[in-house]
């Protein structure tokens, strides 16, 4: 595609109106406007923001190249269809859908269109994770917190593919690998689905992780650290920072590295720890990640996170859901 595609939005509510300010603002397309059910909505954000209120879905179809859903998880199936059954290019928030079946289907859709297809796995786009991006070689262990105060929204769906799926998406991301098996548990608090929920994922490099998501926290917490065998990275996903602590030769040179460094001897070893704080660039996260799917729709090249990777990440998140339901089970039968 040669010139700036269209750009339409599906969904204005908590993140829709985020999408829309930044479309608004990337100048590689045009913003042509969004549709959204609720109608007294759409009329107070054309009145704020200036952009078309599109009457009905077709209305926003056929006005657009681009469509960016950010309706609820269980609509995702039923608008995604349409936007990929009208040859438009989709870029879907996450979760990908409610079940494997639907988020196949729409994979097997956009491939057969020659429709790019996106997913919102937004933690990819945290400048601590792209700080470190093509350097993670072998992670051999993984542990991840990532813990929300409670909020009413996103409450259709349990915890792990409201929340733990972004760190499903980190693992398979840095480790390049499947999962082979999961253990898993779960306990349900304020909402009828799962609230807090810990799973240990055993990949087939041998790596394992360990993550805990919790919607009901009284303070936030987003972490991941991982441990690979001359290296361990601390990720404050939340602050967009990463701490680097490296295993090298006593010669070696960590003056040379960007961003503060300093290093711990370690007596006759010959080898000593470099403990480095990799400069992290500052940008906001949602423009990018929709600025990089509309350069890959323009270049015609692959998605910085494709539909098929969110499949996957959704299929990891729904067999830890059942695991964790089968421990419920045999802890509170009938529940
Ligand atoms: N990537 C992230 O970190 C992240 C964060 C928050 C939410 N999300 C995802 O974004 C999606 C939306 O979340 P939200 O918090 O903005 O929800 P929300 O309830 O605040 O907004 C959803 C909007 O979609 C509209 N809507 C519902 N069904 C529709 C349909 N069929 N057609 C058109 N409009 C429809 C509603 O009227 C509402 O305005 C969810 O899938 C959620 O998981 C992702």
């Known amino acids: 595609m040669s010139t700036k595609p269209n750009v339409g939005l599906v969904g204005v509510g908590h993140l829709g109106r985020i999408h829309l300010q930044k479309l608004q603002q990337i100048e590689t397309c045009n ?27 077709q209305d926003i179809l056929e006005k657009s190249d681009i469509i960016s859903v950010v309706v609820p998880t269980h609509d995702h199936h039923k608008v995604g269809k349409e936007v990929l059954q009208s040859g438009k ?3 879907m928030e996450k979760p990908l859908t409610e079940t494997a079946s639907q988020a196949e289907e729409l994979v097997k859709m956009a491939s057969e269109r020659g429709s790019k297809f996106g997913v919102g796995h937004i933690e990819r786009f945290n400048p601590a994770v792209q700080a470190m991006a093509g350097k993670i070689g ?5 542990e991840a917190h990532r813990l929300n105060p409670f909020n009413p929204r996103g409450l259709d769906v349990a915890v792990i593919s409201e929340l733990m799926i972004h760190d499903i998406d980190l693992c398979l991301y840095f480790t390049q690998s499947e999962v082979t098996d999961i253990q898993a548990s ?22 394992v992780a360990n993550l805990t998501a ?44 960007k961003g503060f ?5 370690y007596g006759e070893t010959g080898k000593k720890i470099v403990f480095h ?3 992290c660039s500052v ?13 890959a729709v323009i270049s015609d090249s692959k998605p910085p996170v494709t539909g098929e990777e969110g499949l996957a990440a959704l299929k990891v998140a729904l067999e830890i859901e059942r695991k964790a339901h089968e421990s419920l089970e045999k802890i509170n039968p009938g529940l």
């Open 138 to 142: 072998n992670p051999m262990f993984i």
């Open 283 to 295: 940008y906001d996260m949602i423009e990018e990640e929709l600025r990089r799917f509309i350069d």
């Open 31 to 57: 913003f042509v406007g969004f549709y959204d059910i609720d109608h007294e909505k759409s009329r107070q954000i054309n009145k704020d923001s200036g952009a078309y209120s599109a009457e009905s879905l």
């Open 214 to 257: 919790s919607r009901i926290s009284p303070s936030g917490m987003r972490k991941i650290r991982l441990f690979q065998r001359d290296n361990y990275l601390s990720f404050d996903l939340k602050e967009k920072k990463v701490d680097s602590y490296s295993l090298v030769d006593n010669n070696f040179d960590d003056k040379a590295l």
């Open 277 to 279: 704080k990799p400069e």
């Open 186 to 207: 779960a306990v349900q608090v304020l909402s009828d689905k799962m609230d807090i929920a810990n799973a240990r994922l055993t990949f087939e490099s041998g790596c």
């Open 261 to 265: 460094s300093t290093s711990f001897q």
């Open 89 to 91: 290019h989709l870029f």
